[in-house]
């Protein structure tokens, strides 16, 4: 039999702003492993940004160990979180997260006092931002969303557009990965997303309070 590291198998039993920040992070970066043949039920969690995980495995109060993937070539390497737990597994299907979840996955029901977080979360972990520069200066501000769910997408520009106000630019096909789409907003809609996802200062840190 296994090591059993503690972690707090009831964090997803009812919402808080770390459950939603953590929830929305799982959306984008997160994954389901039910491996049968050792009767285990593993969540996993990556990320090339080591502070996401980190950040993720207090937030669980988890001992598990975090694991550095080496890529290869000039690719950063990757942070793998994989706690083994069944009730956190199951709560985690009950929401709506499912294993090979990427093309396929619904966008929630997230309460509107915690869409904010969820938001955030999903951000953090495919979401984006930059500035356009034209000779020199900026032209504007895009934030984008990436999923391979364009119901995911869909949805969440709704509940943007209803909870905030957000005009989005609409759905697009993503470049350079086939099934993939993105949801972007420029200079004013990015502003008010930011208030929403971090209504204390727009920087990355949790604000757990």
Known sequence: MGVKYLVNESFFDTWTI???????????????????????????????????????????????????????????????????????????????????????????????????????????????????????????LLSIFTSGSKSFLETLHDRLSKEVGLIGNGLYPHGSTIGTYQLRYSTRNSLRLFNLMYPRGLNRKLHLR
């Open 18 to 140: 770390p459950m939603a920040y953590v929830l929305g992070y799982l959306y984008a970066d997160g994954s389901l492993e039910d491996a049968p043949y050792i009767r285990a039920k593993y969540v996993r969690v990556t990320s090339t940004d080591e502070d996401r995980i980190v950040a993720i495995r207090s937030l669980l109060k988890s001992e598990h160990t975090i694991v550095r993937e080496i890529q290869g070539g000039r690719r950063k390497p990757r942070f793998l979180l994989r706690v083994g737990s069944a009730r956190l597994f199951n709560a985690l299907v009950q929401i709506g997260i499912t294993p090979r979840k990427s093309l396929t996955m619904i966008f929630p029901t997230v309460p509107n006092l915690y869409l904010g977080s969820f938001v955030r979360g999903y951000f953090d972990g495919d979401g984006c931002a930059h500035i356009d520069v034209v000779h020199g200066k900026p032209k504007r």
